[in-house]
């Protein structure tokens, strides 16, 4: 009896990304990038966190390098793991750095991609159980799912678990009661903590952990590094994947991810990842950029040196 407990504990030992099949490291694929050539980017898609700001701080270079990219007719879109606000409440926040003119439509976020995905692979009017925020319940009814409300018993078909600040036990029970019954187990994403400005807290991943273990089940997990949410970003685009280029602030995910959907990437050390952490990994360094500031100016040198050689 204990050896059984000890056993399926260890079996759910949360990883950096627990739930997955294939657990990627740093060390997996983030040094199998071709020399990044800026001048070949027809579209980007930004991390937000990390990149763009941290927490409430505005990092540099955000305006100059949006600018530089409207100026080129260069389109963007912005990618977020988090499914705890609505692309809406991003695009305002992005608005109000200087922005000006970008929509819900250009952000991305686990909790929309989420709602694309099952869209894709279920009826509308498909009952589904929630357990995360109000805006991952919101994106979800706006697909066309039922969601069942809390107290009232519907047979579902879906359970969707992401990032929920109000998490507790009962909640916990009831996701695992549907699972247990057989509905098919979605989670947002697999970060298992996320950066505050109190430091690091509880992710989606470790609530995803929770129920996996509770039900002996384990998720389809949408948000980066796996390909949905480059598929999701890339189509919104109408852009080819090896002509995108991915800026992000973590290998694990923002990166790993893009290079396996076959996109260039642009590390930024704003956020998680430092000189060393890059370097150890074996990322390029000529990827690597300090801020936005830096990858801005390497931009316009390569799209310079570029204009020179075809002139
Ligand atoms: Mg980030």
Redesign the pocket.
């Known amino acids: 009896m204990l050896d059984n407990e000890v056993n399926v504990l260890k079996e759910h030992v949360p990883t950096e990304n627990a739930l997955n099949e294939e657990v990627p490291t740093v060390r997996d694929g983030a040094g199998d990038q071709p020399a990044l050539d800026l001048s070949a980017i027809d579209a980007v898609v930004s991390?937000?966190?990390?990149?763009l700001w941290r927490g409430a701080e505005v990092l540099p270079g955000v305006a100059e390098l949006f600018g530089r990219l409207r100026q080129r007719s260069i389109p963007f879109v912005l990618a977020t793991n988090n499914s705890g606000k609505e692309a809406e409440a991003y695009a305002e926040r992005l608005r109000g750095l200087g922005l000006t003119g970008v929509t819900a439509d250009d952000v991305v976020t686990s909790g929309s991609v989420t709602a694309e995905f099952l869209a894709s692979e279920y009826p509308a009017g498909t009952a589904v159980h929630v357990l995360g925020s109000a805006a991952l319940t919101a994106v979800l009814a706006r697909a066309g799912f039922v969601v069942e409300e809390p107290g009232t018993s519907l047979d579902v078909d879906v359970v969707v678990a992401g990032i929920d600040l109000e998490f507790t036990y009962a909640k916990l029970a009831r996701a695992m009661d549907h699972l247990v019954a057989g509905a098919a187990f979605y989670g947002t994403n697999g970060d298992v903590s996320l950066p505050t400005a109190q430091g690091l807290a509880p992710g989606a991943g470790s609530i995803l952990a929770a129920l996996a273990a509770a039900s002996g089940r384990k998720p389809t997990v949408m948000g980066k590094p796996e390909p949905y949410a480059f598929e999701s970003a890339v189509r919104r685009l109408g852009a080819l994947p090896e002509r995108t280029l991915m800026i992000?602030?973590?290998l694990d995910t923002?990166i790993i991810g893009a290079q396996r959907f076959g996109m260039p990437a642009a590390l930024v050390l704003t956020?998680?990842e430092t000189a060393e952490s890059a370097a150890t990994a074996g990322f390029p360094t000529e990827a690597t950029f300090g801020d936005l500031t830096a990858l801005s100016s390497a931009w316009e040198k390569a799209l310079e040196a570029a204009v020179t050689k075809a002139g």
């Open positions: 991390d937000m966190d990390g990149v992000g602030d973590r923002d956020g998680v």
